[in-house]
């Protein structure tokens, strides 16, 4: 009994860190079948923290934390347990659902590349997109298809682009707070000080052909994941075609944000869609 409470109390941690640090991966997943909230939440924790040591700590030395955090990381997988309740937690849902090291390997690499490199090129770019977010997403797929491999195996690929259209929006996003508290531009040959239409233009139709991808994939999910995913993925496409509307001036001066009545509308949209199986 004491350990199921242990259990139980750190997947509860990483859904407060959920909640906390993002209200619409929140919302997201708790349009997710109830039984995929735990793990996704987990998930969500677990490269949350991680992503903090490697882009928030300023004040320390964030190579020997994140080192650290990556040996526990490996401990915890071999051993079963951890006393950081965000590990325990992750490691639960790797076990439970046959997560592969390779993926976790992969992001762990991706996020050491925050600490040292501040330009890409593009094979470095499409590594860390591959580590960053594509295999997030295919650890989110291992939960959804709950152990059936051949539906993994078939939707590994628009898994992978959905990721990819992710992180790529968010680097168009964000690309002001990056370059100026970070020091970051992710977009192989792109200037932060040049950054044109053409430029932008290629940009977009790159993530254009990521979402077609990845809607693929979506209508091909079980019913219990399938309104959460399509949720995020009209939310970051409502993102995006705000994003292609503005000029390049305006990503560099501001964070482009939906607000949170068009968020609403996105909501009940995608539910009756749902409901309908227009999906």
Excluded: W
């Amino acid at each position: 009994m004491s350990m199921e409470l242990y259990n139980l109390t750190a997947l509860k941690c990483s859904k407060l860190i959920t909640e906390h640090y993002s209200t619409s991966f929140t919302l997201g997943i708790q349009t997710l079948d109830k039984k995929l909230h735990y793990p996704i939440y987990a998930i969500y924790g677990y490269v949350r923290y991680a992503d903090e040591i490697v882009d928030t700590f300023h004040d320390y030395d964030k190579a020997t934390l994140f080192k650290r955090f990556r040996q526990e990381t490996y401990l915890a997988l071999e051993e079963g347990i951890s006393s950081n309740p965000v590990l325990q937690a992750f490691q639960l849902v790797v076990r439970e659902y046959d997560i592969e090291l390779a993926l976790i390997d992969a992001f762990l690499d991706s996020m050491e590349m925050d600490l040292h490199r501040n330009t890409y090129n593009e094979s470095k770019y499409s590594e860390y997109i591959y580590g960053s977010a594509e295999v997030v997403g295919l650890m989110c797929l291992r939960v959804f298809c709950e152990n059936d491999s051949a539906l993994y195996d078939k939707l590994k690929a628009p898994a992978r682009s959905l990721g990819a259209a992710f992180q790529k929006v968010n680097f168009l996003r964000d690309m002001k707070s990056d370059f100026d508290e970070r020091g970051r531009v992710y977009f192989p040959h792109v200037q932060y000080h040049n950054f044109d239409i053409e430029a932008k233009a290629a940009i977009e139709a790159d993530i254009q052909k990521d979402f077609e991808h990845a809607y693929e994939g979506i209508i091909e999910l079980p019913r219990t994941a399938r309104f959460g995913v399509y949720l995020a993925y009209v939310y970051y496409l409502n993102l995006f075609n705000k994003i292609k509307k503005l000029p390049t001036q305006d990503l560099l001066s501001k964070r482009v944000r939906v607000p949170d009545s068009r968020k609403m509308m996105i909501l009940v949209k995608s539910y009756f869609k749902h409901r309908l199986n227009y999906i």
